[in-house]
């Protein structure tokens, strides 16, 4: 079964700082990968996903991720985050085709200080 | 507007009292799945539905039922709940479920259901 992995569970940082939080997942097959977020009190919404072609995505809000298949990685990354940030982040995986049932990740909760 | 909607979004009940969380949505997508999430356990699935009458465990079925009669609602279904239950409920759905190329599609989640079993 495939599995996520977030390696950060709190992060903590200051405005203007630059964010990476890890994704990693164990299926070795061909993936489409997602990043969620979560702010206070709301539900998760779409960042960004990659299903092909550039392995570097661009989301909204400024975010960014890169799909390192090498690595099993699709890490999320932003240069500057704002205290508007402060939220929770969900990694999740699909296997490509075939039946629909994405894996999450623990999720990360970040909290930026202004 | 494109929509995922939950009711009720906070409930309170006691140990055993039957209750159904309602799920809806108007986007007409075919996959709709229900989700529990935890604190530092994420997002667990509990079932998903692929289409009509088309219904599957997820990772953490057990205590719950769903069914999925029409194509936008798909309860979710508490026959004698317990304390371990507390939690917070997500409902989502996705356009496509079934065959390859659907399973980039996203997820569109519901507000969340907050449920405390006492």
């Known amino acids: 079964a495939q599995s996520v992995s977030q390696h950060n569970h709190h992060v903590i940082l200051s405005e203007a700082a630059s964010l990476e939080l890890g994704c990693n997942y164990s299926?070795?097959?061909?993936?489409?990968l997602f990043w969620y977020v979560q702010y206070p009190g709301q539900h998760l919404q779409l960042l960004l996903k990659y299903f092909s072609g550039d392995p570097l995505v661009k989301g909204i809000k400024g975010f960014e991720a890169e799909f390192i298949k090498s690595k099993f990685s699709f890490n999320l990354r932003k240069p500057s985050v704002q205290w508007s940030d402060t939220a929770e982040y969900f990694c999740?995986?699909?296997?490509?085709?075939?039946?629909?049932?994405?894996?999450f990740g623990r999720g990360t909760s970040l909290i930026v200080h202004p | 507007e494109a929509q995922v909607t939950q009711n009720p979004r906070y409930l309170i009940t006691v140990t055993g009292k039957k209750l159904t969380v309602t799920c809806s949505q108007n986007m007409n997508h075919e996959y709709m799945s229900w989700y529990r999430q935890d604190p530092g356990l994420g997002l667990r699935q509990i079932y998903y539905?692929?289409?009509?009458?088309?219904?599957d465990k997820g990772d953490v079925p057990e205590g719950y039922k769903v069914s999925r009669k029409e194509k936008r609602n798909f309860p979710l279904i508490l026959e004698s709940p317990s304390p371990n239950q507390t939690s917070l409920y997500f409902c989502a759905s996705s356009p496509s479920g079934i065959g390859g190329g659907s399973s980039y599609n996203e997820q569109f989640f519901g507000p969340g259901t907050r449920l405390t079993v006492l």
């Open positions: 539905s692929m289409n009509v009458e088309v219904t």
């Open positions: 299926y070795g097959g061909t993936v489409n």
């Open positions: 999740a995986v699909n296997r490509a085709g075939g039946s629909y049932i994405p894996t």
